[in-house]
């Protein structure tokens, strides 16, 4: 089988754009959440896309846009692909696509009439236009597509991105998620669950969490065939050792409570990798900072590391910038990345009350440095995904030795 | 209203809805389309627009036809004087 390994990284997030920025701030412990909200305000669309892009295009796509551009320079590919064009892939995830777009245009349509409603809607606000636009900019014509699994697309893109190259169907793949919903309608549609925190603080993990803080922002990786990276000479910054998705085949939104079909999906990872869970330095979970996700993924990881998931920290990004719905899952992973290139476990911000039995050491306060392993063998970390609908995604991360 | 008014103000509104599309080139009545990069999706807009401010119609067999800035101007001059 192929070895997938990650070649480039570009994040544009409530803590600002760019991958390293997000890590370097996730790491000293600043938080990217303002007025209960994870909004990308560094973010200025005319800085990197040219006015017709910005026109033609729903935040969610100049988000992925902006993320994909970084991530392609910082391969090394900003002025020529390295691999023919049709054996490059681009696979965006997004919980929900253009609404922001579509809210406007139904405005239009109520108080215009018909004829008025824009010839661009539809092609702004389709999930896949992300994944249309980011190929068309850099020219790569292998397959591309959204993936539609709300809050775990982002991991399922790349796990999809993953196979792809492993079976050859790719020499690389932009894998990754955007998401950019932060619009009247969708706030009210979340807080109409009882999703979304009240208060307006996310503290994934804690006994006072109420709900989750809605964030936006994009997270997009060059993901490379192994062989064909190291033949141009590329850098590796990680490796995606595995991958396993599952179903909870249980309920519309709510996960399974004792979080069975999110450890199948991390016991799976584990074989994907031909890993055991003591090999694991790092756990970057879900974590939403709802109480029926931290306490079902904790039991999720009991059950499926056993006494280990007890010596593994376990934080949690959205302790940082917010639930990134349909982005979370690439922006995690590119976390992941930097956090065990930099050998850190970041904190899970806001993290004080312990839950009754849920005692995992979800890295309070301030980072942790990962514990050394013997010889040079390099780091290895889970990051966890979960939608409503019940998708599990779970990818199985190394760093470089 | 004269018809050179309307021709002003036909040219101005066409002007600036293309210049509001973000081309690299400069808007003139020369300019082509094709050098603007102003596709069809583009000119169905510009159609609304004309339709909201002089109440003409393109329909989709006219804007098939324009091929510079400066055709449309005269198509919708034509129809709204």
């Known amino acids: 089988m192929k070895r997938v390994v990650i070649t480039g990284l570009g994040a544009v997030t409530p803590l600002g754009v760019g991958a390293r920025r997000l890590h370097a701030r996730w790491s000293a412990g600043d938080c990217g959440i303002e007025d209960g909200v994870g909004r990308c305000s560094e973010f200025e669309p005319t800085d990197v896309l040219s006015a017709k892009e910005v026109r033609r295009s729903d935040r969610f796509t100049q988000l992925a846009l902006a993320a994909s551009a970084e991530a392609l320079e910082d391969a090394g590919w900003a002025d020529e692909l390295p691999h023919d064009p049709a054996s490059i892939g681009c696979v965006i995830g997004t919980g929900i696509g253009g609404l922001g777009s579509m809210e406007s245009g139904h405005d239009v349509l109520r108080d215009r009439g018909a004829g008025r409603v824009s010839p661009l809607l539809v092609p702004m606000m389709m999930t896949n236009a992300a994944a249309g636009v980011v190929a068309m900019r850099h020219g790569l014509r292998g397959q591309s597509f959204s993936i539609g699994s709300a809050c775990a697309a982002g991991s399922n893109a790349i796990g999809v991105a993953t196979r792809m190259i492993q079976s050859g169907d790719a020499t690389a793949v932009l894998a990754g998620g955007a998401e950019a919903t932060l619009t009247p309608l969708a706030t009210a549609a979340f807080g109409a669950m009882e999703a979304t925190s009240k208060i307006g603080i996310s503290r994934p993990f804690d006994a006072r969490r109420d709900g989750f803080v809605m964030g936006e922002g994009a997270g997009v990786l060059v993901l490379e065939d192994a062989d064909a990276a190291e033949a141009r000479g590329a850098q590796v910054l990680g490796e995606v050792l595995g991958y396993a998705a599952t179903s909870d085949a249980h309920h519309l939104t709510a996960p399974d409570p004792e979080g069975r079909g999110a450890a199948e999906a991390i016991r799976r990872a584990l074989d994907d990798a031909d890993l055991s869970p003591d090999d694991i330095d790092y756990v970057n979970a879900h974590g939403t900072s709802t109480q029926l996700n931290d306490r079902a993924e904790t039991g999720a990881l009991k059950s499926a590391l056993g006494e280990h998931a007890y010596r593994v920290p376990v934080s949690s990004t959205k302790s940082a910038v917010g639930h990134l719905l349909g982005a979370a899952g690439a922006v995690e992973a590119i976390a992941t990345v930097l956090a065990l290139a930099d050998r850190v476990a970041p904190p899970t911000l806001g993290y004080e009350e312990p839950d009754e039995d849920m005692g995992l050491d979800y890295v309070p306060g301030s980072a942790q440095a990962l514990p050394e392993r013997s010889g040079s063998k390099p780091p290895v970390a889970l990051s966890n995904s979960f939608g409503f609908g019940g998708h599990n995604a779970v990818l199985c991360l190394g760093g470089v030795g | ?81």
């Open chain 2, 1 to 81: 209203m004269s018809t050179t008014t309307t021709t002003e103000r036909v040219e101005r509104v066409v002007i600036e809805t293309i210049e509001g599309f973000g081309p690299d080139a400069e808007v003139t009545r020369d300019a082509t389309f094709e050098a603007l990069d102003v596709d069809s999706l583009d000119l169905v807009e510009l159609g609304q627009i004309v339709d909201d401010e002089f109440g003409v119609k393109l329909e989709a067999s006219d804007v098939g036809e324009l091929k510079t800035v400066g055709d449309a101007i005269d198509l919708v001059a034509a129809r709204a004087s």
